[in-house]
């Protein structure tokens, strides 16, 4: 069965640091892009980072750029999302996914170029 499981989430004070990990099951994840988005309710969900596999880019969305890190380990099977400089603006529910493509060339922070999805964790970010 294809899963992605989110953890590392929680409160943080602003300023403060997490990392969210996301591990997969049911395929290897060292041929496929990976990503990260979040949602606040009564919003779209918004593409955070990714990562290319063709090319090991990344690519971040202006408000987290210098402050979120995207990395995998293909040997765990695992991707993580380091954020540091928390702001209140970060809380969201984040989802990691991976790319319906294996090897695409390149990246994008793009719903439709992905699947499947993590079922979502929360980032509260608040004094």
């Known amino acids: 069965q294809v899963q992605l499981v989110e953890s590392g989430g929680g409160l943080v004070q602003p300023g403060g640091s997490l990392r969210l990990s996301c591990v997969a099951s049911?395929?290897?994840?060292?041929?496929?892009?990976i990503a990260w988005f979040r949602q606040v309710p009564g919003k779209e969900r918004e593409g955070v980072s990714c990562?290319?596999?063709?090319?090991?880019?990344?690519y971040y969305a202006d408000s987290v750029k210098g402050r979120f890190t995207i990395s995998k380990d293909n040997a765990k099977n695992m991707m993580y999302l380091q954020m540091s400089s928390l702001k209140p603006g970060d809380t969201a529910v984040y989802y990691c996914?991976?790319?319906?493509?294996?090897?695409?060339?390149?990246?994008?922070?793009?719903?439709?170029?992905?699947?499947?999805w993590g079922q979502g964790i929360q980032v509260i970010v608040s004094s």
């Open positions: 049911g395929f290897t994840l060292d041929k496929y892009a």
């Open positions: 996914a991976t790319d319906l493509i294996p090897l695409r060339v390149g990246c994008a922070i793009r719903e439709s170029d992905y699947g499947p």
């Open positions: 990562l290319s596999v063709s090319d090991g880019n990344t």
